[in-house]
């Protein structure tokens, strides 16, 4: 039962860090980056489809995306698709592939973005330690009902702080990565 609470803290906090992660993807660094474009999904056949399930999506330089749909007569659904998301380039067509030209970030909102980093990150570490928290009142509950000693109520604690602790490492390193992308010019 203790192995079942510690096992499903840990992958909660993985979850925790994986959504960092995603979250900071969608963070434009004034690079091109694939994953700008995962939110955005386009009316195909009346049914709203990912972008990347049905376009190939390559970056031939530094600050391009290139949008190449399999079906070249949806190019104009894409195209309004990438206009209507809130990503902010408009996108180029050229009737066989779009492009996305990715602006270069002012120093301002270079260290804005910074800031917007370091508040997902504080997300990230808060939903960590609810985490810790809701697995260290299970074990509460537990001892409370006999089900394990105190001493290894104190144990189990000491283990839930350590996978805290690591977790909290994780995002810590995750939003330097991240901050230290947004600030090199």
């Given at each position: 039962?203790?192995?079942?609470?510690?096992?499903?803290?840990?992958?909660?906090?993985?979850?925790?860090?994986?959504?960092?992660?995603r979250?900071?993807?969608?963070?434009?660094?004034g690079?091109?980056?694939?994953?700008?474009?995962?939110?955005?999904?386009?009316?195909?056949?009346?049914?709203?489809?990912?972008?990347?399930?049905?376009?190939?999506?390559q970056?031939?330089?530094?600050?391009?995306?290139?949008?190449?749909?399999?079906?070249?007569?949806i190019?104009?659904?894409?195209?309004?698709?990438?206009?209507?998301?809130?990503?902010?380039?408009?996108?180029?067509?050229?009737?066989?592939?779009?492009?996305l030209?990715?602006?270069?970030?002012?120093?301002?909102?270079?260290?804005?973005?910074?800031?917007?980093?370091?508040k997902?990150?504080?997300?990230a570490?808060?939903?960590?330690?609810?985490?810790?928290?809701?697995?260290?009142?299970?074990?509460?509950?537990?001892?409370?009902?006999?089900?394990i000693?105190?001493?290894d109520?104190?144990?189990?604690?000491?283990?839930?702080?350590?996978?805290?602790?690591?977790?909290?490492?994780?995002?810590?390193?995750?939003?330097?990565?991240?901050?230290?992308?947004?600030?090199?010019?």
């Amino acid at each position: 039962m203790a192995d079942a609470i510690m096992t499903e803290a840990k992958e909660k906090m993985q979850k925790a860090a994986q959504n960092l992660q995603r979250e900071l993807g969608q963070i434009r660094a004034g690079r091109a980056n694939a994953s700008l474009l995962d939110r955005i999904t386009v009316n195909y056949y009346g049914a709203p489809t990912p972008l990347n399930q049905m376009a190939s999506i390559q970056i031939p330089e530094a600050r391009v995306l290139m949008i190449t749909p399999f079906d070249k007569s949806i190019l104009q659904d894409v195209e309004k698709a990438i206009m209507a998301s809130d990503i902010g380039i408009s996108p180029t067509n050229d009737g066989n592939v779009i492009r996305l030209i990715i602006p270069q970030l002012t120093e301002e909102r270079r260290k804005e973005l910074a800031k917007d980093v370091k508040k997902e990150a504080e997300n990230a570490k808060i939903a960590v330690r609810n985490i810790r928290r809701d697995a260290i009142d299970e074990y509460k509950k537990q001892q409370k009902n006999g089900d394990i000693t105190e001493d290894d109520l104190r144990g189990l604690e000491k283990e839930v702080q350590k996978l805290t602790d690591e977790s909290i490492k994780e995002v810590d390193k995750i939003a330097s990565d991240k901050e230290q992308e947004l600030l090199d010019v």
